[in-house]
């Protein structure tokens, strides 16, 4: 049977299995795996979505036009790194940073490899489980992540969404 909706994960869950694994949440990290998550972080940081990226074209644009071309290059070089992501289909940093606390049955949380990460990104791909649980686990899991979402909801919500009365949702859309 065919299943036609994620498979969720209770919030509160410390188990669960992925692609005939059982994955454990452990609570700290190891010097390695942090090294790690602090890349990710970074990573994450620097992610753009699609406004920024037109306007980081416009500005390269713009700079080509002033002959600055040393400056438009750097913009361009960013805009294409992260599109190369996209399109390689590289797994979400925050999926990564999930990875790094929820270890299998006999792995080595002393360290993380490129293969043991595509290792894990894989089965959780296999698994069918609702994106939402991994996003939920990271924020509540890695420090600072939280705090710096919050941050983020409050500028935009600030100083780049509409002021004015929210939407009315019909009654026939409510659940």
């Known amino acids: 049977?065919?299943?036609?909706?994620?498979?969720?994960?209770?919030?509160?869950?410390?188990?669960?299995?992925?692609n005939g694994k059982t994955y454990r949440k452990a609570n700290s990290?190891?010097?390695?795996?942090?090294?790690?998550?602090?890349?990710?972080?970074?990573k994450l940081g620097f992610g753009r979505d699609p406004e920024e990226m037109f306007n980081s074209e416009a500005?390269?644009?713009?700079?080509?036009?002033?002959?600055?071309?040393?400056?438009?290059?750097?913009?361009?070089?960013?805009?294409?790194?992260?599109?190369?992501?996209?399109?390689?289909?590289?797994?979400?940093?925050?999926?990564?940073?999930?990875a790094l606390f929820w270890n299998y049955e006999g792995e080595s949380v002393g360290t993380m490899t490129?293969?043991?990460?595509?290792?894990?990104?894989?089965?959780f791909d296999a698994s069918g489980i609702d994106s939402a649980f991994f996003f939920r686990s990271a924020m509540v899991n890695v420090p600072g992540l939280l705090a710096a979402y919050r941050a983020c909801i409050s500028h935009f919500s600030t100083e780049i969404l509409p002021t004015g009365p929210e939407p009315s949702v019909s009654s026939e859309l409510k659940t």
């Open 1 to 18: 049977m065919v299943e036609i909706e994620p498979r969720t994960i209770p919030d509160n869950a410390t188990e669960f299995e992925a």
């Open 29 to 42: 990290l190891s010097f390695n795996r942090y090294g790690w998550m602090e890349h990710l972080r970074v």
């Open 59 to 98: 500005e390269a644009f713009g700079l080509l036009n002033k002959m600055k071309f040393a400056e438009a290059a750097v913009l361009i070089n960013n805009n294409m790194s992260g599109l190369a992501a996209i399109a390689e289909r590289e797994p979400h940093p925050i999926f990564k940073m999930f």
């Open 114 to 123: 490129d293969d043991l990460m595509a290792e894990k990104m894989a089965d």
